[in-house]
């Protein structure tokens, strides 16, 4: 070999190392032979892949440029050492993955469950899991990424660039694809969901804007608004019944819920006057949308879309997405939903609601059983007939079809996104994906954990389906603008990793049962004789013990003195706890709102004694309590001699009207421990 060339191969050798230590999207679908890198012509993304690996090698070596296109992967032989090098670095590579392999039986996390296809850490995008979505739009078989951002863009990429950037009139909420004619070629439409209205694309043209329907307005609303304009009411009087209104459960208009948040009175006249002589319209917003099939389930079948609006209802449009034909009441506005069936024949949607709730509806009408959740919803996905719930406690939950729970999964930080994996091969698996708050992406088959992987940040959208030409890609986007895409292989299994199917390893432990004694024989011999006896007996005396404690309970909650308060009048729960050792206490008060309506500034009151404990806030008002949400809020206390013992802290959560509480708890401090003195 000539020094020249010795020299060149040494730089390409280095290239070669440092970028393998780089990078590991060359472990799927390559082979070598003979020196030669061969890939699979279907899968674009490998081979842009291969070329960018190949076009780093030569950045790092200084080589010229001489590759044009990324799909060329012929083009990678038009040196002979970059092609000896690189054909060695990919020998290598699976050679070490083929010993990764047949050592597949002792560990299965050591081989990597996905193929990094691409990764984009400037992609700049801001978006959330119901704004993307792949489809063919074209209809040439090359799914495309759509990403709705929050930047009012909706943004196409094809492979890895970025095929079209078109501008929305407002904030997007959801995207959708779906397949509105019978007559091929079926290409899809894409809809997005923004505001009242939902936009139609078809071959990324807009075609068609659908407005949804106003809701009826409130007759005693509509008066206060005419007496208003015609300056029969004092605005202030109108503000005032406006908010009694609201107060006694009445959904009103987004106009008089800005009227109300004015504060100068000067600027209520002028809003007022600024709507004169215009009717007073209840207009509703989008808050979720999905597509439901028609007839059969199938990729290119006729769908139609379904959408939840802000004033409790769900809306299931006509193929072509100009009409509705099925408007469901559901009295609470959804956040969520998961649909299984086909419209024409049978279906079921599952709506988590703010409320804290989840709704059934069945064929058109929603069903009688509502399934209280632990805390408010903030994902939902459908696993075959049944549904996983992800809530704010940080769990999930399983539901079957008829409601009950079936297992929650506890993870250990905040759930930011959910997604169904399917993938269609021999075994057919389906899993849940699980993003989580401290940048963890997690893949649970059934309850058991099956992958884990983490990103430097912490992810805002997840999608799984096909996109290019491969059938399963994992689409993550995160919260500082990335974007990272990778495959699944075809052999992947994803129950390989999923616990173990069978009974626990100490089931097979046999216990050890001590010998039978006399005495053992003759209390059996008892109880066979009088059996009936004792069972009435035990029933008797836990009639009484449940009865003791049922009163004893609401005694405690009715006279406030214990560390939990309930009342039924203003429908206020109160809960105190104390951490610490001593002298410094910290003492949680977590009050939450069992009603329907909001409560405004509830004031808080603390009674304690003074000469043993100096409270940080001896009084403050509670600005709002929202229905179902549990609001905590910690108290310092300092104890002033330990000498003296402890006492008892009493809250009390008084009205503007009344001088009575409204509720009362008390909470026994314990012994402080004296402080130390360093």
């Known amino acids: ?45 490998q081979a842009r892949g291969l070329w960018e690996h190949t076009e780093s090698i030569r950045r790092m070596a200084g080589l010229p440029e001489e590759l044009n296109s990324p799909t060329d992967i012929s083009k990678l032989q038009y040196n002979e050492s970059i092609k000896r090098i690189v054909g060695s670095s990919l020998i290598a590579t699976t050679t070490s993955s083929s010993m990764i392999d047949r050592g597949s039986s002792v560990n299965t996390r050591s081989k990597p469950l996905w193929l ?87 071959n990324l ?42 107060d006694t459960g009445v959904l009103l208009t987004s106009r008089s819920l800005q009227l109300m948040n004015i504060g100068d009175a000067d600027k209520k006249v002028e809003y007022i006057e600024h709507w004169q002589g215009q009717p007073l319209v209840a207009t509703t917003f989008i808050t979720c949308m ?58 079921k949607i599952s709506v988590a609601a703010r409320d804290g709730k989840m709704y059934i509806i069945r064929n058109g009408d929603v069903s009688q059983s509502i ?12 696993m075959n007939l049944d549904v996983m719930v992800g809530c704010m406690n940080n769990t999930v939950h399983c539901y079957r079809p008829e409601g009950p729970k079936s297992y929650s999964i506890y993870l250990p930080d905040r759930i930011i996104s959910m997604q169904r994996l399917e993938v269609k091969n021999a075994r057919m698996s389906k899993c849940l994906l699980v993003a989580l708050g401290n940048g963890e992406v997690r893949i649970y088959f059934g309850k058991h954990l099956s992958w884990t992987h983490s990103v430097p940040s912490p992810v805002t959208g997840l999608w799984f389906g096909r996109y290019g030409r491969e059938d399963n890609t994992l689409i993550i986007v995160t919260k500082n603008g990335a974007l990272e895409i990778k495959i699944l292989p075809r052999t992947a299994n994803l129950e390989s990793s999923g616990g173990p199917a069978g009974p626990p390893p100490e089931q097979e432990i046999p216990l050890q049962i001590p010998k039978k004694t006399r005495l053992y024989v003759e209390q059996t011999q008892r109880e066979r004789e009088q059996a ?51 002298p410094r206490f910290k003492l949680i008060m977590t009050v939450r709102n069992d009603g329907a309506s909001h409560v405004r500034d509830v004031p808080v009151l603390l009674l304690y004694n003074e000469g043993l404990y100096n409270v940080a806030r001896r009084q403050f008002t509670v600005p709002v309590l929202v ?52």
């Open 116 to 202: 990094d296809a691409w990764n984009d850490p400037v992609a700049g995008i801001s978006a959330y899991t119901s704004c993307i979505c792949t489809c063919d739009l074209l209809g040439d078989g090359d799914f495309r990424l759509v990403v709705a951002d929050q930047d009012r863009k909706l943004k196409v990429w094809k492979g890895t660039q970025k095929a079209a950037d078109h501008a929305l009139l407002d904030a997007p909420v959801a995207i959708a694809s779906f397949v509105s004619e019978l007559t091929a070629p079926r290409l899809p439409s894409l809809a997005v969901a923004s505001g009242a209205h939902i936009y139609i694309y078809r």
């Open 532 to 582: 009936a006896d004792m069972h009435r007996t035990f029933q008797r005396d836990l009639a009484k013990l449940r009865l003791t404690t049922a009163r004893s309970y609401v005694k405690v909650l009715t006279d406030g003195q214990g560390a939990a308060a309930f009342t039924s009048s203003a429908n206020l729960s109160l809960q105190l706890a104390v951490q610490g050792l001593g």
């Open 205 to 246: 043209r807009p075609y068609y804007k659908f407005t949804l329907p106003p809701e009826d307005v409130n007759t005693e609303e509509q008066d206060l608004w005419h007496k208003a304009m015609a300056r029969e009411m004092v605005v202030g009087d109108v503000v005032a019944e406006l908010t009694n209104l609201q």
């Open 627 to 678: 229905p179902t949400i549990s609001y905590s809020m910690e108290i310092g206390v300092d104890c002033l001699n330990p000498d003296l013992g402890s006492d008892t802290i009493s809250v009390l959560l008084m009205s503007k009207h009344s001088s009575l509480p409204i509720l009362q708890a008390q909470l026994k401090m314990p012994l402080s421990e004296p402080e130390e003195a360093f």
């Open 371 to 382: 399934i209280q959740l632990e805390s408010p919803a903030v994902g939902l996905s459908r």
């Open 290 to 347: 999905d597509t439901i099939k028609m007839v059969v389930d199938e990729p290119d079948a006729v769908s139609c879309l379904v959408v939840g609006t802000e004033s409790g209802r769900i809306l299931v449009m006509n193929p072509q997405g100009t009409g509705v034909v099925k408007n469901i009441w559901l009295g609470v506005t959804p956040a969520f939903m998961a649909i299984h069936g086909e419209y024409e024949v049978a279906y």
């Open 1 to 45: 070999m000539k020094k020249g060339e010795r020299a060149l191969d040494e730089r390409i050798s280095h290239a070669v190392f440092t970028q393998r230590q780089e990078s590991h999207s060359l472990k799927g679908n390559l082979s070598t032979a003979g020196g030669h890198v061969m890939t699979d012509p279907n899968s674009d993304l």
